[in-house]
């Protein structure tokens, strides 16, 4: 099954489901948004990024889409997968800065 | 390797010790970030390199942290006089620049005693 709404900090489904993992951000002048995969005793993992000119962009099994009327990005998985279990952070980075604001991260457990 | 690459992979100090925090970004990469992961949290900003440009180090927590960059490549992230509360996981990423995808080394576990 599908789960959307505010940012949850986890997320439990079954291996095949589709996942939606959302994500607020506070800054109107963010220009740059991206997603993370981390798994335990790792460094956080590129999965994509999209920029403000966008508001969907698509990757291998992923999705990204921005609503910046709302300031809300989301994360699709299609077909989780065992191996998609892991923490998933988004991150923003705005034209007056240089680094990236991290959001909270969502715990996402795929159970087959 | 390609990628980031960190060292140690994980440190014990006591309290009161300074370290030394090794990264060695992608070769190429032009920018380079210092961040800092404590046990269940997001990432925490300290510190970036762009190039010959003047570092940003506007998330440096104290004046006990400090970071060089030398030959735009290989930088270390000192911590004087360490602190319990300094104990995290620190990051390192680099990227092609500003608005590019920043790929993480696997971190230095620090812990002080």
């Known amino acids: 099954g599908e789960s959307v709404g505010l940012h949850l900090p986890t997320l439990s489904v079954q291996e095949g489901d589709n996942s939606i993992i959302n994500c607020a951000y506070s800054n109107s002048a963010s220009d740059y948004f991206i997603w993370y995969k981390q798994e335990s005793g790792k460094g956080p993992q590129f999965i994509i990024d999209i920029r403000s000119n966008m508001d969907k962009r698509q990757g291998q099994r992923v999705t990204v889409l921005l609503n910046k009327t709302v300031k809300h990005l989301s994360l699709q998985i299609a077909a989780t997968q065992p191996g998609d279990s892991a923490v998933y952070f988004c991150a923003e980075s705005h034209q007056a800065g240089t680094a990236l604001i991290f959001g909270k991260g969502t715990t996402l457990s795929v159970s087959s | 390797g390609a990628g980031v690459s960190q060292s140690p992979s994980n440190k014990v100090t006591e309290k009161g010790k300074d370290v030394e925090l090794r990264c060695d970004p992608i070769?190429?990469?032009?920018?380079l970030y210092w961040y800092r992961q404590s046990l269940g949290q997001g990432l925490e900003f300290l510190i970036y390199f762009q190039g010959n440009s003047a570092p940003d180090k506007s998330g440096l927590p104290s004046d006990r942290f400090s970071a060089e960059r030398t030959g735009g490549s290989v930088s270390t992230l000192t911590i004087q006089r360490t602190q319990q509360e300094d104990s995290a996981v620190y990051l390192c990423?680099?990227?092609?620049?500003?608005?590019?995808?920043?790929?993480f080394g696997d971190g230095t576990r620090l812990s002080i005693l």
């Open positions: 990423a680099s990227s092609w620049g500003r608005n590019q995808p920043q790929h």
């Open positions: 070769s190429g990469h032009t920018a």
